[in-house]
């Protein structure tokens, strides 16, 4: 089977707290245009992007190795950049895998791509808000194929595909060289979506698998991108609320003076504020692509967002959450109790004071 199509490489910053789409469009100029996913199947109307991204296209991209990747910038409202480097590849099926195996591990690819968007940095600055210090990052491979032909000419078929390259298919979205168990294999092919006989999509942790025709794999390869911002943005406040939360009980378990214990409600003010914040971010950023119902891409969105980890995350950011507000819960009753005990010492020394009063007078 010849397969023909792109090797699409994405490597996704968390580059701010959130980026003003429209100041972001005036500084790129008219070429910047927000790009919503053109879903080709029938989906109802709600199914939607919301703050649909900005796409930057920019010139072509050299390695060190001499190899030119087309390149795109995608920015997302909420502080995540998104840089998209292809290439071509024309080859035999088993071919597909060492090819694939040396794009997914190529530290020059995604060097190139940090430092190609950090040059950008100073151009896009006023858009920014709350600039990250320090980059998290995410990396994620597509193979998007867009032909795959029996020697004869005769397009294959998605159970054809699966059939015959189900131990390949393994491979390459899990990013291994060699062949993997039969478990591991079924686990991946039963996963495997398709809407028409003639598409796949099948989605790994690392990799993602995609045949269609050009116009429809767009849509299905930006749910990828959507799903991959999502895992970068929930390891974000993720490791805000780790920090936060040990700041919190490291306050809570020192010994503090008498005066120190009254900024105990500043504290929990704060650590509540920050709570309300994140529980923003995070349910419109979950919400950044709208699905009610069972469409096909709902369950392309919820398999990528289950197979890249973004669900795992979620779950770790909502018990944080969950956790944060005890603890604030908690921090409020304690200086209530204090303020309480104030008060009952302050009326009992003042009655001691009456009392003391009314013998003297005596």
């Not at 591990?105 to 210090?133: C, D, H, M, Q, T």
């Not at 018990?319 to 944060?324: D, I, P, R, Y």
């Amino acid at each position: 089977m010849i397969v023909r199509g792109y090797f699409r490489i994405f490597s996704f910053f968390d580059v701010a707290e959130a980026i003003k789409l429209e100041s972001l469009r005036a500084i790129l100029g008219p070429e910047a245009a927000p790009r919503t996913p053109g879903f080709t199947h029938r989906t109802p109307e709600y199914a939607q992007a919301q703050n649909a991204p900005i796409v930057e296209s920019v010139d072509p991209l050299s390695l060190p190795t001499g190899e030119k990747l087309d390149a795109r910038i995608k920015y997302y409202w909420f502080g995540v950049a998104g840089v998209e480097l292809t290439t071509g590849f024309e080859c035999d099926f088993d071919s597909l895998c060492p090819q694939s195996y040396r794009w997914m591990n190529a530290p020059e690819v995604e060097k190139a791509a940090e430092e190609l968007l950090r040059g950008r940095l100073e151009r896009f600055r006023p858009a920014l808000i709350r600039p990250s210090p320090k980059w998290l990052d995410e990396d994620y491979l597509v193979i998007d194929i867009e032909s795959a032909q029996h020697t004869g000419g005769r397009s294959a078929t998605a159970v054809e595909m699966l059939q015959s390259y189900a131990d390949q298919i393994t491979q390459l979205v899990r990013g291994e060289l060699i062949s993997l168990s039969a478990a591991e294999r079924d686990e991946i092919v039963r996963s495997a979506l398709s809407y028409y006989p003639s598409d796949l999509v099948v989605v790994g942790w690392a990799a993602a698998l995609v045949y269609d025709k050009p116009d429809a794999t767009l849509a299905v390869i930006d749910l990828l991108e959507y799903a991959n911002t999502q895992l970068l943005e929930f390891r974000y406040y993720d490791e805000l609320l780790t920090n936060l939360l040990s700041n919190v009980y490291s306050s809570l378990e020192g010994h503090e003076s008498f005066l120190s214990r009254w900024r105990l409600p500043r504290r929990a003010g704060r650590l509540n504020r920050i709570r309300l914040d994140i529980m923003d971010l995070a349910e419109r950023t979950e919400y950044a692509v709208k699905f009610i119902s069972d469409t096909y891409y709902a369950r392309v969105y919820r398999v990528s967002s289950a197979k890249i980890g973004a669900n795992d995350y979620k779950t770790l950011v909502g018990e944080k959450l969950k956790t944060a507000g005890e603890l604030y819960e908690f921090m409020v009753a304690q200086f209530n109790e204090r303020r309480m005990f104030t008060l009952e010492v302050v009326v009992a020394v003042l009655v001691l004071l009456d009392v003391i009063l009314l013998l003297r007078g005596k």
